[in-house]
């Protein structure tokens, strides 16, 4: 059976991140748009809390079109994407 995927999938996946010393994301997707996600909102979740560090923030690194850091804290594209503002 195949297993379909949430969300539009013709949402444009993050091919580059670049964290910002603000607890933003300056994020490339593949349509090639460049945006910028403001990440402090999710400071007040529990499971977002180690992004609180600076140091720990900067671990970003794209893996399968999202957002991860080290301890299975991820971002999906389909929250990034329509959740970043346009430069």
Known sequence: MEKKLKGNPSTPK?????????????????????????????????????LENIAFFNLAKVDHGGVVW????????HTLYPDSEPL
């Open 14 to 50: 993050v091919v580059d991140v670049e964290p910002k010393e603000d607890h933003t994301l300056l994020l490339t997707f593949t349509n090639g748009e460049t945006k910028l996600f403001d990440a402090k909102g999710l400071l007040q979740y529990e499971v977002y809390k180690p």
């Open 70 to 77: 080290p301890g299975d804290l991820d971002l999906c594209y």
